[in-house]
């Protein structure tokens, strides 16, 4: 066997990388603050564990999911600094503007805003990373980048129970504050507003040479880019979807056919939970998503074969969402799990950190051993999992294997003990196996595309972890919760899918050498001139 040539990494590299991680910690802290205040929201709204569900994952995700395919596109043949820019002052507005929600619908509004925002950020990081580092240090660099996912989801809660804490004890009349709000309105304003400061910084950063670092050199930017968007937008908006797809023979009463199950299996599960906005909106992302794939197969019939077109990846995407079902609602929900377990009320006294409340607490301890222990996890299995491949083309899909069991029998002890010392002393190790999956699944799906494909293989990967993951976990949940009456049953019914993703993740490693060896090959096949 021959030794893989080395490539030197720059130093502008590994610069551009840590403007990346901040962008993501600023994204997660804007995404995941919503945890820490759930016991604020439900009481001054009226809402309940299902609707909290849908506020963190269906209203955001699907419009985050949806809005990530076309800028995925565009960041395929865009500038993709100035996208992530653009996106950044966006999701940071709209979280700013959730603190003056002051009803469900106003906050749902919100948090679509932010999901739109959000979807131009991973996309663009993907592409770019991916053209800084060579392939054989690709997951380390991706899992790198995946560590603000995890640091900005720890901050968010020793931030948000800081500033509730604080501003409660300074008003605890909300009438009496500055523009009469509450300390949880005030929590997503001072977090939303830092992010447009950023934006000017991502603003600075150099495109680097598109497809050089895997011998395929491509401009960075194609001509008719924003008409391209435009199209893959008409392509996944309902209506707009109609006259898309009208203009290929035969798709269009394909796409009637559709709609019309979707909106049967929607109608029936709204009638089934009475969660109509649920439902609602996932049977719009579905057939959105359906339209797009329609779409995509006649306009970009390479990047189509090589994603949507090949089963396997279609099996890895679903795979890997189903690891985020699990992830995002444990994350989500075990701050409100504690709050309500352990403590007499979020502004009772805490009972490790002194001078603090209870919400303090809870947001200090969690958030910061999560965000250390995840950021580990995630960097060191991206690590393990680079090194793993280069003696095992399956290596990466092992990491994750592992990543969705390990935490099992650590997550039954959590939601079983009743010392909240042992609790704290547990959560971080968990948080540390169950991170460890998110570089090695993005580089593999990153390894089985051309380079013009990263940013769709970016949005491929998004789609899965939220339509599958983020929009069905942690609503999940919330409505066994309902339910049941007890949130602990919510969270561990979750891992009723893990032996699920090993079962598909196996499946997928028995060709994933092929897969990656084939692609020049298959997408020549489709059309492709390289």
């Known amino acids: 066997m021959t030794e893989t040539p080395r490539h030197r990494i720059g130093a502008y590299a590994w610069y551009a990388l840590f403007v990346f991680v901040l962008v993501y910690i600023v994204n997660f802290i804007d995404r995941q603050i919503l945890s820490i205040l759930v016991g604020d929201i439900k009481r001054d709204l009226n809402v309940s564990d299902a609707q909290i569900g849908f506020l963190y994952g269906t209203a955001f995700a699907v419009f985050y999911a949806l809005f990530g395919i076309p800028l995925g596109r565009l960041a395929d043949s865009w500038y993709r600094g100035r996208l992530m820019a653009m996106g950044l002052a966006l999701w940071s507005s709209m979280t700013a503007f959730s603190g003056f929600a002051s009803s469900f619908g106003m906050l749902a509004a919100a948090r679509i805003g932010v999901g739109i925002g959000e979807a131009s950020a991973s996309p663009a990081a993907y592409s770019m990373i991916s053209d800084y580092f060579p392939k054989e240090r690709r997951a380390t660099a991706l899992s790198i980048y995946s560590s603000g996912l995890y640091i900005g989801g720890g901050l968010s809660l020793p931030i948000g129970g800081f500033v509730v804490s604080r501003w409660t004890a300074a008003y605890p009349d909300p009438a009496s504050a500055p523009f009469g709000l509450a300390g949880w309105q005030a929590a997503f304003i001072a977090v939303g507003l830092p992010g447009l400061l950023l934006a000017l910084w991502v603003l600075s950063l150099r495109e680097p040479q598109r497809g050089a670092s895997d011998g395929l ?314």
């Open 217 to 530: 050199p491509q401009p960075v930017v194609r001509s008719g880019a924003w008409r391209e968007f435009g199209m893959e937008l008409a392509a996944i908006l309902p209506p707009l979807t109609f006259f898309s797809v009208a203009r290929f023979p035969g798709e269009l009463s394909r796409n009637l056919l559709v709609l019309a199950i979707v909106s049967a299996v929607a109608a029936g599960l709204m009638w089934l939970t009475g969660d109509v906005p649920q439902w609602l909106a996932y049977g719009l992302g579905i057939y959105a998503v359906f339209s797009w794939i329609q779409a995509l197969k006649h306009r970009d019939a390479p990047t189509f074969r090589l994603i949507w077109g090949t089963p396997l990846v279609v099996l890895l995407t679903i795979a890997f969402g189903s690891i985020s079902f699990v992830t995002y609602a444990t994350s989500f929900w075990i701050p409100y799990f504690v709050e309500q377990n352990f403590y007499l009320s979020p502004m009772a006294p805490s009972l490790f950190l002194e001078g603090m409340t209870a919400k303090e607490e809870v947001g200090t301890i969690i958030g910061w051993s999560a965000a250390v222990s995840a950021a580990v996890g995630v960097i060191l299995g991206g690590y393990v999992s680079d090194v793993w491949r280069e003696r095992d083309p399956r290596g990466r899909l092992f990491v994750n294997m592992i990543a969705a069991v390990a935490p099992i029998p650590l997550i039954a002890f959590m939601l079983s003990t009743d010392s909240l010392l042992a609790f704290y002393l547990v959560n971080p190790i968990a948080h540390m196996l169950a991170s460890s999956w998110v570089g090695a699944a993005v580089a593999t799906l990153q390894d089985v595309v051309l380079p013009r494909m990263r940013g769709t293989a970016g949005a491929t990967y998004i789609l899965g972890t939220t339509m599958v993951g983020l929009a069905l976990g942690p609503y999940y949940a919330g409505k066994i919760s309902v339910l049941t009456g007890d949130l602990g049953t919510g969270i561990f019914a979750l891992y009723a899918m893990p032996p699920l993703t090993v079962l598909g993740l196996w499946l997928a490693s028995r060709r994933i050498q092929e897969l990656e060896a084939t692609k020049v090959e298959r997408a020549r096949a489709a059309g492709e001139r390289i």
